[in-house]
T-cell receptor
């Protein structure tokens, strides 16, 4: 069974731009969660989607948004990029939205210049 | 919200020795505790997990123990090998969803 895939793997953007990251969960998994990983803050939860609905949201500004499609694929968008948004963005999929085992993708490395 | 603390931040052991990483959590509502291993350039990989109705779980060289009263759980790796070198994260989650609260990570180095 294929794992979680994330595209692109690397991105370089400049301040003020926006970016869209994509995540395809494991086949059959319907829950997708997004995390931001930085050396200073560690792994921080952004939001979770299940059946195209946002079920949970972390403590991030409204510039961070996401959505999920009917095939469970998910995208996250960051608008008006800031230098501090440079991070590894990880997507995790699970079968359900209640304490399912979460399996992470390789991440998208975003660098904001 | 939940607060997960993880110690130590770095750990070096000789090949064949055991390694222990400890985490504490603050919210008694948390009832699922996974451990992840992250190698350089890769996403975290689930290596073992434990639910609050279980005190200990073992999978070959890896074991996890949970003390609900004290709100702490630990990862034990026996007979360490160089390929065990990585960053290990503990996490805790509550009943309301899949929002995981992660510890700050432990960089484990196994010296051949």
């Amino acid at each position: 069974k294929a794992g979680v895939t994330q595209t692109p793997r690397y991105l370089i953007k400049t301040r003020g731009q926006q970016v869209t990251l994509s995540c395809s969960p494991i086949s059959g998994h319907r829950s997708v969660s997004w995390y931001q990983q930085t050396p200073g803050q560690g792994l921080q939860f952004l939001f979770e989607y299940f059946s195209e609905t946002q079920r949970n949201k972390g403590n991030f500004p409204g510039r961070f948004s996401g959505r999920q499609f009917s095939n469970s694929r998910s995208e996250m968008n960051v608008s008006t990029l800031e230098l501090g948004d440079s991070a590894l963005y990880l997507c995790a999929s699970s079968f359900t939205f209640r304490q399912g085992e979460q399996f992470f993708g390789p991440g998208t490395r975003l660098t904001v210049l | 919200g939940e607060n997960v603390e993880q110690h130590p931040s770095t750990l070096s052991v000789q090949e064949g020795d055991s390694a222990v990483i400890k985490c504490t959590y603050s919210d008694s509502a948390s009832n699922y505790f996974p451990w992840y291993k992250q190698e350089l350039g890769k996403g975290p990989q689930l290596i073992i997990d434990i639910r609050s109705n279980v005190g200990e779980k073992k999978d070959q060289r890896i074991a996890v123990t949970l003390n609900k009263t004290a709100k702490h759980f630990s990862l034990h790796i026996t007979e360490t090998q160089p390929e065990d070198s990585a960053v290990y994260f503990c996490a805790a989650t509550q009943r309301t969803g899949n929002q995981f609260y992660f510890g700050t990570g432990t960089s484990l180095t196994v010296i051949p």
